[in-house]
């Protein structure tokens, strides 16, 4: 590898599809924990700026939000488990050039051949006018992907390390970030149906409520 000082890698490598993870424990296991190892084994003895991890919020269990950077991580599923293994690894060594970075749920601009997002979703069943039905009880503070870029930029400006929690302010369950794309499209409210995480039959466990407390965020001008 040609590495140098100033060379920043990011890690957005992840399978993030949840009951795949339930379903494909092995491969799970793989992409989202012991390539992470085999990575950073292979990278701390090369000369570069930043390796940046990306986690999820999926390493807290949802049973006491806003959750912080010191809060206790309990995931209630493999995908969980599997991150917070990661990010364990990576945190053990002290290594100052790593940084272990926790967005919430992601949206923006839905990219050809790539997964719907949350807000992506919505828009694109309100255009088809297809009814949705949208959780009540499931609840975040999501991020635009713009904005993680730009709090990844600053982090790497000011030479931040460690874990940190990367959130917008806004909170949602699903119902009410359908209704707000709604409005905002100024058409579709009819489409959408108030339902509760009962509703779907899922393989693994979603924690309920995994907000954010971004103060540290804030505090590092992000």
Sequence with gaps: LNLDSDCVLINCISLSDVDKCEIYKEDCQ????L????LYSNLKHYNFKK???????????????PYNENSVCK???YYGKMKLEADKFLLS???ARVMVLRPITLYGRLVKGGR??????IINSI????????VNDVTINILYVGDLIRAIEKLISIDFYGTINISGDEIFSRYSLGLKVAKILNKGLNLIEEVSSSEFKTVARRPLDTTFDNSLMKENGL
Excluded: C, E, M, W
């Design 30 to 33: 793989f992409q989202n924990s």
């Design 35 to 38: 390539f992470v190892n085999y």
């Design 51 to 65: 390796l940046i991890h990306l986690s999820t919020n999926a390493v807290y269990d949802g049973n006491n939000a």
């Design 93 to 95: 060594f002290n290594d």
């Design 75 to 77: 995931p209630v599923n």
């Design 127 to 134: 255009q088809k006018k297809q009814r949705i039905k949208l």
């Design 116 to 121: 719907h997002n949350p807000v992506s979703l």
